[in-house]
T-cell receptor, first 110, second 112 residues
């Protein structure tokens, strides 16, 4: 079983839609959680960290469920410019390695 | 520099040759990571340097892969006797304890 798992998608949604991604992790000792965005042929860029109480940044909301060992990302009122691959990443336990999921491809359609 | 710098940006090499990939982290960042991303795949962890501690090499796929970090700054990833399955984008990232991870734009390696 992979340490971090994501649905690869693609998620094809119309502009204005709300879309949610989930990511599960296997190491219960994990301490830090992140969502990254990666555009085609570009490097990943940090979208937001995920805090235990959940956090919001504009149209983006991230949540952590430690009991079920998953994190989620909600995008409201999606824009064409949101089209990208969204990668979750998990760090901690006995190591400082940042382990990535395989990413979920989002395509927002006009 | 303002960001993580990697060179070369593209490298085409013949099967069996050795290659060296370079990463210049953000000044003051104590931790440096190497990842590999194959076409359509996620990021595969390779190796992690933290200050003067022994590196975490647990992700290196074979003994053909090695990495060094000199003076706590620049890092070089070396792949010996390259194989076609080594073709991928090799990404470097750095961070401080208080900062998130910042990635370089990567080296696209093609083994022909």
């Amino acid at each position: 079983r992979k340490e971090v798992e994501q649905d690869p998608g693609p998620f094809n949604v119309p502009e204005g839609a709300t879309v949610a991604f989930n990511c599960t992790y296997s190491n219960s000792a994990s301490q830090s959680f992140f969502w990254y965005r990666q555009d085609c042929r570009k490097e990943p860029k940090l979208l937001m960290s995920v805090y235990s109480s959940g956090n919001e940044d504009g149209r983006f909301t991230a949540q952590l469920n430690r009991a079920s060992q998953y994190i989620s990302l909600l995008i409201r009122d999606s824009k064409l410019s949101d089209s990208a691959t969204y990668l979750c990443a998990v760090k901690g336990g006995a190591t400082n390695k940042l382990i990535f999921g395989t990413g979920t491809l989002l395509a927002v359609q006009p | 520099g303002a960001g993580v710098s990697q060179s070369p940006s593209n490298k085409v090499t013949e099967k069996g040759k050795d290659v060296e990939l370079r990463c210049d982290p953000i000044s003051g960042h104590t931790a440096l990571y190497w990842y590999r991303q194959s076409l359509g795949q996620g990021l595969e962890f390779l190796i992690y340097f933290q200050g003067n501690s022994a590196p975490d090499k647990s992700g290196l796929p074979s003994d053909r892969f090695s990495a060094e970090r000199t003076g706590g700054s620049v890092s070089t990833l070396t792949i010996q006797r390259t194989q076609q399955e080594d073709s991928a984008v090799y990404l470097c990232a750095s961070r401080t304890d208080s900062a998130g991870y910042t990635f370089g734009s990567g080296t696209r390696l093609t083994v022909v």
